[in-house]
């Protein structure tokens, strides 16, 4: 079962942000979200987790709506490097939950 | 670089072959984790291993046998594959099976002719 949805695809101007969003209405009380994205032919890198505050790291910005309902990515100046899939997971982190991933949003930078 | 690497990373083999695909983190992690990614298909967990015991197995074909000596090597022996088979295998690491992130290596592109 399914427990988020993505766009399949988005494309954004290079410099500008790239906003990607997933919703995850049946979200748990004890699951964090999570971004990962996958460059061509790579291995999937993480980027950003959270509970249910807004966090940011050097890669990206999390939003999170009050609701846990649903999420937004943010990479805030895309560069042509940013291209690639990125997936949004829910997942439990302490009780040894897999990490599922879907087919995510394929995100191109346009130059 | 991850600190996850994996070899080789392009294999062809046939369907009679044996071969093994090796993972090592230089992470100082303790669970380590087999995937598959097929054409056009979301990952799929293979196995995890935790501590050297293996902890998951996800409905995995016999034909596909795990080996996890020590917690800084995974290996994952093939034997009488079928095409189907073809696909990226992506070995990943994370501190202890509960933490937050896992580490990828760059995976080893398989095709089975």
């Known amino acids: 079962d399914a427990k988020t949805t993505q766009p399949p695809s988005m494309d954004c101007a290079e410099g500008r942000a790239a906003n990607l969003p997933c919703n995850h209405s049946t979200i748990s009380g004890n699951e964090y979200v999570y971004w990962y994205r996958q460059i061509h032919s790579q291995g999937p890198q993480y980027i950003i987790h959270?509970?249910?505050n807004n966090e940011t790291n050097e890669m990206a910005s999390l939003i999170i709506t009050e609701d846990r309902k649903s999420s937004t990515l943010i990479l805030p100046h895309a560069t042509l490097r940013d291209t690639a899939v990125y997936y949004c997971?829910?997942?439990?982190?302490?009780?040894?939950?897999?990490?599922?991933f879907g087919t995510g949003t394929r995100l191109t930078i346009i130059p | 670089e991850t600190g996850v690497t994996q070899t080789p990373r392009h294999l062809v083999m046939g369907m009679t072959n044996k071969k093994s695909l090796k993972c090592e983190q230089h992470?100082?992690?303790?669970?380590m984790y087999w995937y598959k990614q097929s054409a056009k298909k979301p990952l799929e967990l293979m196995f995890v291993y935790n501590f050297k015991e293996q902890t998951e197995n996800n409905s995995v074909p016999s034909r596909f046998s795990p080996e996890c000596p020590n917690s800084s090597h995974l290996f994952l022996h093939l034997h009488t594959l079928q095409p189907e088979d073809s696909a990226l295998y992506l070995c990943?690491?994370?501190?202890?099976?509960?933490?937050?992130?896992?580490?990828f290596g760059p995976g080893t592109r398989l095709t089975v002719t």
């Open positions: 992470l100082g992690h303790n669970a």
């Open positions: 997971i829910v997942r439990v982190v302490f009780g040894n939950e897999k990490l599922t």
């Open positions: 990943a690491s994370s501190l202890g099976q509960s933490t937050y992130e896992q580490y």
């Open positions: 959270g509970l249910k």
